[in-house]
């Protein structure tokens, strides 16, 4: 197998419908290849077929082993069914990384017995274009070696952060899981207020998208100056912007409400782990 920055030797790759196989490409991308990799997956697209037979990957072997690796990518509501089948996998040695959404450290351990090294992981869309961002906790058996073999895994799609217990796993999914909705909602309310002001919806659509998106990129690209810098720089006092932000920044403004929307999806990740 080809060896990529970080990689391990051996990967079975569970599940490879959307997240899985950005995680997959995002590999490949990195110069993966050959037999090392395992990729599990009932129901392979033609790209997933394409994409093995390039590179040397097993698709759905017959004979499978023990993998230094294993990335859980299936549907959380699939793991009971899937446990089973790869059990043997998940070896006493295998770091098993999880993306399953609501799925505890404990819920995986008791379906995967004989494995001990566990990371909960939760990616985002943008993932989807090399852009995502993940965060992620390890359980206390996995050593320094094993985060950095999981963090390789997961820095394929983009950025990698770890927070220091499970429970935030749930933080994370309500800020930057479930984050990219927020934001595409907040382009359609922009849109409706530009058409509300008297635009062409057409057009309306047009200015808040690449709005967004531009924004998004420049402050990418301005790792040295944060938010709040950005924001003033396009503020003058007593102007236009300075007249939208004081109803954005009010009391009962896009704070509070940022603030319960994130609590309720907090709550709601809570509740599908119990
Ligand atoms: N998409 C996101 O933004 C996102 C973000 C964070 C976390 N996640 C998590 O990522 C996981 C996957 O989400 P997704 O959006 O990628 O879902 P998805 O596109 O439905 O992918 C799940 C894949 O697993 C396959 N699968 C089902 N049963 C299997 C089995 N027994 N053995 C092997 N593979 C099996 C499915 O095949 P079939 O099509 O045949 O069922 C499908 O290809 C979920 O747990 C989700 O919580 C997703």
Do not use: H
């Not at 961002?133 to 050593?143: C, E, L, S």
């Not at 709040?228 to 403004?253: C, F, I």
Request: hydrophobic fraction near 50%; aromatic fraction near 4%; proline fraction near 6%.
């Amino acid at each position: 197998m080809a060896a990529a920055a970080g990689l391990p030797g051996s990967i079975t790759l569970v599940g490879a419908g959307k997240m899985g196989f950005a995680l997959l490409e995002g590999w490949v991308a990195q110069g993966l290849s050959g037999e090392g990799v395992t990729i599990v997956e009932p129901q392979p697209s033609p790209a997933l077929v394409a994409l093995a037979q390039e590179r040397g990957f097993r698709l759905n072997p017959e004979d499978r082993a023990a993998a230094r690796a294993l990335i859980l990518a299936v549907k959380p509501q699939a793991l009971d069914q899937v446990a089973p089948a790869i059990a043997g996998e998940a070896g006493a040695d295998t770091l098993v990384v999880s993306i399953l959404a609501g799925k505890r450290i404990a819920d995986l351990s008791a379906r995967l017995p004989q494995a001990r090294f566990f990371v909960r992981a939760m990616p985002n869309t943008p993932a989807a274009i090399g852009r995502g961002i993940t965060g992620a906790y390890a359980a206390p058996a996995v050593d320094p070696e094993g985060r950095a073999v999981a963090e390789a895994l997961l820095a394929a799609v983009g950025e990698v952060v770890w927070v220091e217990s499970e429970a935030l796993v749930d933080s994370v999914t309500a800020v930057s899981g479930s984050g990219p909705a927020y934001v595409f909602y907040f382009v359609e309310c922009l849109t409706k207020a530009g058409v509300e002001a008297g635009l062409p919806e057409e057009t309306a659509a047009r200015l808040a998208r690449a709005t967004v998106a531009g924004a998004g990129e420049l402050l990418r690209q301005s790792a040295d100056a944060t938010p709040a810098t950005l924001r003033r720089n396009v503020t003058s006092p007593g102007g236009t912007t300075a007249a939208a932000l004081e109803v954005l920044m009010a009391k009962d403004g896009l704070e509070p409400l940022l603030e319960r929307a994130v609590a309720a999806a907090r709550r709601r990740a809570g509740e599908l782990s119990g």
